[in-house]
Nanobody, 127 residues
Framework: QVQLVESGGGLVQAGGSLRLSCAASGRTFSSLTMGWFRQAPGKEREFVAGTTWNGGSAYATDSVKGRFTISRDNAKNTVYLQMHSLKSEDTAVYYC????????????????????WGKGTQVTVSS
């Protein structure tokens, strides 16, 4: 089992920055692929960014590339999502997710790769 707790959400003006954190416990963090997803009101949950256990990373195309950065600190069992130049369309509940299995080597931009989810943190960007 893996427990995930997100933090760092809040209200920010357009153009501002936020850093989300996700603390993990319950399994060797360094062996897990980690992802960030978001769900805006009335929309389906979508992939934002992911980082693999062996150092790879990926971002949702166009919408966040160049503005968001995912990183991880294996010593702290934490994954981060640094968000800059926030836009109103970034408003959503942001969820942290961990791969279902350790040393996962498949694609990680879809929910099917993940077996553990946090409860989410709200990010609201005012224009």
């Amino acid at each position: 089992q893996v427990q995930l707790v997100e933090s760092g959400g809040g209200l920010v003006q357009a153009g501002g920055s936020l850093r989300l954190s996700c603390a993990a416990s319950g399994r060797t963090f360094s062996s897990l692929t980690m992802g960030w997803f978001r769900q805006a009101p009335g929309k389906e949950r979508e992939f934002v960014a992911g980082t693999t256990w062996n150092g790879g990373s990926a971002y949702a195309t166009d919408s966040v590339k160049g503005r968001f950065t995912i990183s991880r600190d294996n010593a702290k069992n934490t994954v981060y999502l640094q968000m800059h130049s926030l836009k109103s369309e970034d408003t959503a509940v942001y969820y942290c997710a961990a791969s279902r299995n350790p040393y996962y080597s498949g694609s990680y931009d879809s929910e099917s790769a993940y077996g553990y989810w946090g409860k989410g943190t709200q990010v609201t960007v005012s224009s």
